[in-house]
Nanobody, 122 residues
Framework: QVQLVESGGGWVQPGGSLKLACAAS????????MSWHRQAPGKERDVVAQ????????RYAGSVKGRFTISRDNAKNMVFLQMNSLNIEDTAVYYC???????????????WGEGTLVTVSP
């Protein structure tokens, strides 16, 4: 029943921008911390950005800080990742993740989307 569906991936030139979206269903969205992760071919999946249940705090990987912005709309059950000043190293499959918030009855729950491919090239 739980489903996370990413969208917005595609091809973009270096220096360009792209906005990813993740639509969640089948869960109490506001009780989950959300995050974006990415995985390039031959590399491990790593966290890119995180946002708390209410959206009051965010955290970014050093490689994307200042360029990427994570946000969420709890009324729409969606989380976004605005990516600016993209470079070739940002090429990867981007995944949406939901983790039950600490102190909630959903703590320990963990869900993943199938991913969306972002290709940055000239």
């Amino acid at each position: 029943q739980v489903q996370l569906v990413e969208s917005g991936g595609g091809w973009v030139q270096p220096g360009g921008s792209l906005k990813l979206a993740c639509a969640a269903s089948g869960l109490t969205f506001s009780n989950y911390a959300m995050s974006w992760h990415r995985q390039a071919p031959g590399k491990e999946r790593d966290v890119v950005a995180q946002i708390t249940m209410s959206g009051n705090m965010t955290r970014y990987a050093g490689s994307v800080k200042g360029r990427f912005t994570i946000s969420r709309d709890n009324a729409k059950n969606m989380v976004f990742l605005q990516m600016n000043s993209l470079n070739i190293e940002d090429t990867a499959v981007y995944y949406c993740n939901a983790k039950g918030g600490y102190g909630t009855s959903y703590y320990g729950m963990d869900y993943w989307g199938e991913g969306t491919l972002v290709t940055v090239s000239p």
